[in-house]
């Protein structure tokens, strides 16, 4: 039956518009104009895109299946202490389906694209937020437990979710309704000012993870003496920040494509790298996590602050709401007209 499909034809860089091209990857483009059923099966060939799309695809049922775990084995009705849990792995299954959406249906037009993305960022900035409430209800050392940094940090958190959605989705096509309209889509910063969208992009994600992890940094590379949290944890943490470390670095120098540009199309360049570890690392984080929820439990059941709805769904569901409100705002410039002669899809090859 599969030799009876025709499987989408695959580009180089120079047949396909500056929206789609990527750093220093020559060959295996798609269609810019594809229908949805050629963006399914160009999962089924080899694409630049296709394992972008596979390595957030499977390990998005890995962590379904840890959420569901949780659902089923613990009484997270009445239990108000695993409710941070919830969220952060409710965003774990987000952001790798969000991601491999975005890259399986980004080729159906440049405004897909743009909006494909919108999401992916959203996703990742939920991510960013789920993190941050289970450090707060699990990770924070003894010594910062009650207080003032402790007591604002979900707030500030959420604040930092928010910038980190709409500084990204900024950096596609700058603001809505100002620097971009139905017929121009390519105006700033991705095509005049490439090099500035993706500054603005890291910073949108670095500074989020920053300012999360910094309980943690001090509880595993600063702390000493009394109010440290020293345990068995502390050494599955140092995993996970390096490969968030390495994550970061493969995102924002190309390598190693950079150095060998049209090698590594297919197989091996920075993005598919970035997934996996990305990936790794939230395993990592997943089982440090759970770690110090577990061993942690009685300690911070009688000194933390009590773990209530609004410091944990309630500021999730708000962030869903704000990030959905951002993207919204983002996309409609986007989808008020069709797409005319002068859509950059159409009009450059």
Known sequence: MLSLIKLPRVFNVHQVPKAFQEDSII???????SSATDCVLSLFQLTNETLNVW?????TWYFLWKLLTVVCMQDVWNDAYTWPLL????????YPLASSCAHTFSTMSTRARHICF?????????YSLGSAITYSAYVMP??????TFHKYYISIAVFNTIICTAMACYSRLGLPFLHYNHDITERFPESQRPKLGKVLRISAFTYPYLFDNIPLFYRIFLCAGEGCTVNEVNSVHVYHTLLAFLTGFLFATHLPERLAPGRFDYIGHSHQ???VCGVI?????MQAIEMDMSLRRAWLQDHAPPVTFSNTLGAALLCIFISLGIIFLFSRPLLRHPASSRDPCTARK
Request: net charge neutral; charged share 10%.
């Open 142 to 147: 003894d010594g910062w437990v009650n207080s």
């Open 281 to 285: 690392g939230t395993h990592f984080q």
């Open 55 to 59: 390595t957030h695809f499977l390990p």
């Open 87 to 94: 969220v952060y792995l409710l965003s774990c299954c987000v």
């Open 27 to 33: 060959s295996g483009y798609r269609h810019p104009r």
């Open 118 to 126: 919108f999401f992916d960022y959203g996703a990742l900035s939920f």
């Open 273 to 275: 790298l970035f997934h």
